[in-house]
């Protein structure tokens, strides 16, 4: 009959397909237009970008007999270290000739007690925000937001009276309190985020097994918020060390972190100017941040992937 089916051998179906040609969307060129754009414009971004970081580097590991011929573009002719030596033990800042050392030291004493402080208070208010719906949360939460919106700038005199009145003003312990308060909005926004995309059956199940506010957030929530602890440490490092402005206004000159003290050693009108010292100086000042999102890099996407941008 017309209508009866034809039993076909195992495999000719395969067969058949393979006659037909290859199936799917057919392959982009790799000098298509398209791609020859993409990747043109990245180079250029990554040259406009290196290239800075290329003259320092090659500047810091030239004498300054060298540096003067002008050409700033070009590999060191003969590599010296003592530029960077300088940098960090005897580059003179007025009356003090220490360099970089006494000012990382500083940096590291306001840098870890403000990143664990700021994110040990801020990881629980996003749980409690996240989790736990308290009479005002929501105003709470406004307010934090209006919190990290508003320009530092504007608090800096009132925050000086402030200090002044405590007696923690040009101390490392006042300005770790200052990095702590300015950092905790944005910080409780992002944990409160990530908190709230995580599935809620985990925090019910908890509850009903009887655990309680510290107990979900130590055993369960906080094991798992691996990667936003990562972006909110990066994020805090990176800003904290980098900053100069609060640490040129609350603290004094034995105390300056390496930002400030970096900016004595290239704006000292005292002897030659020494470019290569200068460089080397502005290079040991940003390793520590750059050391750290290299390491941590991979985690930091994942927590921004997986809900630190979510609102």
């Not at 290329?54 to 003969?78: C, D, Q, W």
């Not at 590291?108 to 801020?122: H, Y």
């Not at 949360?137 to 508003?150: E, H, K, Q, S, Y």
């Not at 002044?164 to 409160?192: A, D, K, N, Q, W």
Request: glycine letters at 10%; one cysteine or more; hydrophobic letters at 50%.
């Amino acid at each position: 009959m017309a209508d009866q089916a034809v039993s076909l051998p195992a495999g000719a179906g395969a067969i058949g397909r393979e006659a037909l040609g290859p199936s799917g969307p057919k392959p982009r060129h790799v000098f298509s237009r398209r791609n020859i754009f993409l990747y043109g414009t990245l180079f250029v971004m990554a040259v406009y970008y290196l290239l800075p970081l290329y003259v320092m580097v090659v500047t810091s590991l030239k004498g300054m007999p060298e540096i003067r011929l002008g050409n700033i573009f070009s590999p060191p002719l003969e590599i010296t270290f003592e530029p960077w030596v300088k940098a960090w033990a005897t580059a003179c800042t007025g009356l003090n000739c220490d360099g970089l050392s006494r000012g990382f030291w500083n940096s590291v004493r306001i840098t870890v007690p403000s990143v664990l402080l700021s994110i040990a208070i801020a990881s629980v208010n996003g749980y409690a925000l996240a989790n736990w719906r308290f009479k005002g949360a929501d105003t709470f939460f406004v307010i934090l937001i209006v919190g990290a919106f508003i320009p530092y700038q504007v608090m800096i005199y009132p925050i000086v009276i402030i200090l002044r009145e405590i007696g923690l003003y040009g101390s490392l312990s006042g300005l770790v309190i200052v990095h702590s308060i300015f950092g905790m909005p944005i910080l409780t926004l992002l944990f409160r985020n990530y908190f709230a995309s995580m599935p809620e059956e985990l925090f019910r199940a908890a509850r009903v097994d009887g655990a309680g506010f510290w107990g979900i957030f130590l055993r369960i929530m906080a094991p798992m918020s691996l990667p936003i602890f990562v972006v909110a440490i990066i994020l805090q490092v990176t800003g904290i060390w980098n900053d100069f402005l609060f640490g040129v206004v609350y603290t004094r000159p034995d105390t300056y972190p390496m930002t400030v003290q970096l900016n004595n050693i290239v704006n000292s009108v005292q002897g030659v100017k020494e470019y290569n010292v200068n460089m080397a100086a502005t290079i040991l000042t940003g390793l520590v941040p750059l050391i750290v999102y290299f390491i941590s890099g991979k985690l930091f996407v994942r927590g921004i992937a997986a809900g630190a941008v979510k609102g």
